[in-house]
């Protein structure tokens, strides 16, 4: 025999008592990774705590929230911090946040937004303070490893584009601990020579962490300092570090560097002869139009009787006006008419109107290609016959030649 019954309300607060009544469930660390992430209007944030084996709902509101300094991520490892109770409404336990660090690669991404929106606010990145690179540079500094591609990669396309022009090569770290500090050092050693033109930054492809150099805040101020303008080519194109937010210019790879900063030695030597045959063209074709119009102002009545002309000119106006305004008018209704005409005939030769005449539309299901004849499908394939008010799907049972 039944002797008490509960309520589902009841069981259900019942349970979350239990679980507020646990201590080590009221203030407890939890490692994982952020999926089906909410952000609504009302500030606060919906997510799901999940690994291999189990996911968490979770949610953080408004009033913590406003404490992140990360952008929030589906995919993004992180340790959260708060309590586990029963949402009752929803019969659901869940962990309400009070406090999220990013984990892992997330720590690096909360560096670079961090120090991204620091540099930001003191103006590094204004294009105010881009220095122009010059069209041709006679001199270029290169500060990149030794022993890497990039090098490799910035020496072959600048001997094939421009041959002629004087490099200077410094050699820096660009991995690791002691990375930062040789890049500094390149930059400040590369400003101390005369007449350089442009410095070239530049490192190969690579993950997070050994792309992390270029994403330091000495790097950052020492490319903003550099009197020369700096060009860096970073890794690949998706990779975007600080040091290319700061540089005057910003090109994809270390090649496309190379191609930013130096002509094409071919190129602008055709250019240059073809400037160079245009003007006189232009210089010849221009005394000769002018001392052929000087010859007839000195013969014009203009010199002789000026007010005669103006009442001239002003005749010819009033005509023209009245012959555009007779034209506008005719064309107006020509084209009105015209308009008319094309939009019958295009609802002739609409299919909708054809299908509306008692024809249907064959089509080829899988591509959706006409059917015009029996070799445009096959047996066992599957068709779609538009009619006026839908589609009949079917199969190609038979074909018969008529």
Request: with cysteine; aromatic share 8%.
């Amino acid at each position: 025999m039944i002797k008490t019954v509960y309520t589902v309300s009841e069981v259900t607060h019942f349970i979350r008592q239990i679980l507020e009544a646990e201590d080590i469930l009221q203030g407890i660390w939890i490692r994982g990774e952020v999926s089906n992430l909410r952000q609504p209007s009302s500030g606060h944030i919906y997510f799901t705590l999940k690994d291999k084996q189990s996911q968490l709902r979770s949610v953080m509101f408004k009033g913590d929230s406003l404490s992140l300094k990360f952008k929030l991520e589906d995919g993004l490892s992180v340790l959260s911090f708060g309590s586990i109770s029963v949402y009752e409404r929803a019969g659901q336990y869940q962990l309400y946040v009070r406090e999220l660090q990013p984990e892992g690669l997330g720590a690096l991404y909360l560096a670079f937004e961090q120090l991204k929106e620091k540099l930001e606010k003191e103006g590094l990145f204004e294009k105010a303070h881009k220095k122009p690179i010059p069209k041709f540079p006679q001199k270029i500094g290169v500060i990149t490893s030794l022993t890497g591609a990039a090098v490799r990669d910035i020496l072959t396309t600048i001997e094939r584009r421009f041959d002629s022009v004087f490099l200077i090569l410094v050699p820096a770290v660009v991995q690791g601990e002691e990375a930062k500090k040789s890049i500094v050092q390149a930059l400040s050693l590369i400003n101390k020579l005369k007449d350089v033109d442009v410095v070239i930054l530049a490192r190969g492809g690579g993950s997070l962490e050994e792309l992390w150099a270029f994403n330091e805040e000495l790097v950052a101020r020492a490319i903003y300092d550099s009197r020369i303008p700096v060009v860096t080519g970073i890794g690949h194109e998706t990779d975007l570090t600080i040091a290319d937010l700061t540089a005057d210019l910003r090109a994809p790879t270390p090649t496309a560097a190379a191609e930013q900063v130096v002509p094409q030695k071919e190129e602008l030597l055709k250019y240059l002869a073809s400037q160079k045959s245009y003007l006189k063209q232009i210089m010849s074709k221009n005394l000769n139009a002018f001392r052929y119009r000087l010859e007839n102002l000195k013969q014009s009545s203009v010199f002789r009787a000026p007010l005669d002309k103006t009442l001239q000119y002003r005749q010819q106006v009033d005509e023209l006006n009245n012959k555009l305004n007779l034209y506008f008018s005719y064309n107006l209704k020509s084209k009105r008419e015209a308009l008319l005409n094309l939009s019958g005939k295009l609802e002739v030769l609409s299919p909708l109107s054809v299908i509306s005449r008692g024809y249907s539309i064959c089509q080829r299901a899988d591509d959706k290609r006409i059917v015009r004849k029996i070799s445009d499908t096959k047996v066992g394939e599957r068709i779609e016959v538009k009619v006026l008010d839908g589609k009949i799907r079917a199969g190609v049972e038979e074909l018969q030649l008529d």
